[in-house]
């Protein structure tokens, strides 16, 4: 669908409106160089960002304090995880005069599609499900994808283990075929004293999102990592067994229990949109298909039922699981662009 063209007074209106963010921005700017000249912010200092709000960010410095900063003028798109140079205020203020380069961010599409970071610097991203609801294999794999293809780890975290039946049932072997793929996978259970153990020792020493479908008990978990902080708990409908959304903002959290673990906790998600992904990034996103990407007869094969198709042929041998293909399958159908 073409764009609607602006008329020559809403033209002009929009370049007003324009002009005069940029006048206000110069002039915020200029007091701000002024105060930093005139010795009215501290020396500069390394901080990670805690959390986002429009133009101000929660910056925690040194001592483990938040410090409300604001952003100088020239500085767009800082996210939570963030670390950045920032100058404290005489006020106990401060203002963010630069920003580091980051090691990894997570982006997510817009309503618009557009691609935006959410959290940066993340070591890893922590995968939650649940024995109920239960889980469906096609849901993991889109998480995963999507966690490789922002090449930041994923982890398999299964909550709610205290509901999974002592041979473990059909879960226990769909969790076997991630482990032979490589992927951590962790259980936990906040049920019991020592359910937690091994998700501590997955979050020591690391910056870790979580993500999962409602009513996974994610936020119960981060309840539990941080139980000095107000976060609201959903409860699971009894009547349709799905969970609802209850944390509204990503946050950057040190968690007490945790050495040197830091969590970034976002916004509860049912399934991460991959529409932003093409073909090929999708295909590289499951991990045993890689031995035999460029090895098809040919170039532009699809991996459908063209002769000379490698992945069909590892399937056949059993080398790829048909499941999992039939899996990539349905996400290449998915997308909105051609596969």
């Not at 020239?74 to 401060?94: A, M, P």
């Amino acid at each position: 669908m073409s764009k609607r063209k602006l008329s020559r007074q809403q033209r002009w209106r929009v370049e007003k409106v324009q002009a005069e963010r940029e006048k206000r921005a110069a002039r915020h700017s200029a007091r701000e160089n002024e105060q930093l000249a005139a010795g009215e912010y501290g020396a500069e200092q390394t901080g990670r960002v805690l959390a986002h709000f429009g133009r101000t960010l929660e910056v925690r410095g040194a001592d483990g304090a938040a410090v409300r900063c604001h952003l100088r003028a020239n500085l767009q798109g800082l996210v939570t995880g963030d670390v950045v140079i920032w100058r404290e205020g005489e006020d106990g203020s401060g203002v963010v005069v630069a920003a580091t380069e980051r090691e990894s961010v997570l982006s997510r599409p817009d309503p618009q599609g557009r691609l935006k970071p959410v959290a940066a610097n993340v070591d890893q991203i922590l995968i939650v499900f649940a024995v109920e609801p239960r889980p469906h294999a096609n849901l993991i794999d889109r998480y995963l994808v999507a966690a490789e293809a922002t090449s930041i780890a994923p982890v398999l975290v299964l909550n709610k283990v205290d509901l999974l039946p002592d041979d473990g049932g059909e879960l226990g072997q769909l969790l076997e075929r991630y482990r032979a793929l490589g992927y951590p996978v962790v259980s936990t259970t906040t049920e019991q004293s020592a359910g937690l153990d091994a998700l501590n020792r997955q979050l020591a020493g690391r910056t870790s999102v979580l993500v999962g479908q409602s009513g996974v008990g994610k936020s119960s978990l981060v309840g539990h990592l941080l139980p000095d902080e107000s976060l609201r708990i959903g409860a699971l409908s009894e009547e349709t067994r799905k969970g609802t959304h209850t944390t509204t903002t990503a946050r950057l959290y040190a968690m007490p229990g945790v050495d040197g673990g830091v969590l970034i906790d976002s916004p509860g998600i049912r399934e991460f949109g991959l529409a932003h992904l093409d073909a090929d990034t999708v295909t590289e996103g499951f991990v045993e298909f890689r031995p035999y990407l460029g090895h098809c007869r040919f170039r532009d094969c699809r991996h459908r039922a063209e002769p000379g198709c490698a992945l069909l042929a590892a399937v056949e041998a059993g080398n790829i699981h048909p499941q999992r293909f039939a899996s990539y399958r349905r996400i290449l159908a998915s997308l909105d662009t051609p596969s």
